[in-house]
């Protein structure tokens, strides 16, 4: 075949038209004008630093409690769907095993701490033949 029989360009699907993504707009992040209202009296700026680590402290304090109660939440909700949901008891039975399964593994995973997993890694490899012979692995 010679170089003028081919047609040159993008291929093109009959039939169907190709739908264009819009590019997506950088939103415009507005400030408010209350910092420069509040650095006016020196009283007002001591007394505002004062307040807000006091809240920071409430606010650290209160996202500790909310994270352990909303890890206790998901998981009774899992459990609540899984069983309120259109499904025949096998397959209750079925997901509420591998949710039971899964803690387990976790649970097992999580009582060996990271160097004990590289000493049975290495241990490992140490009785392995030299063909699967690899560096030792080590921390970092």
Sequence with gaps: ??????????????????????KKKKREIKSDGNDSKSMGNNENKY?????????????TENKQENESLNKIDDEDKKLKEIL???LTEAEKAYKLVLKKREKQRIEKILQES???RLQKFNDNLASLSEHFDIPKVGPG
């Design 84 to 86: 309120e949901s259109n």
């Design 1 to 22: 075949m010679k170089d003028n029989e081919f047609v040159g360009g993008k291929l093109k699907i009959k039939g169907l038209r190709i739908k264009k993504k819009n």
């Design 114 to 116: 990271y160097r004990e």
């Design 47 to 59: 007394n505002n630093e004062y307040f807000t680590k006091e809240n920071k402290n409430v606010k």
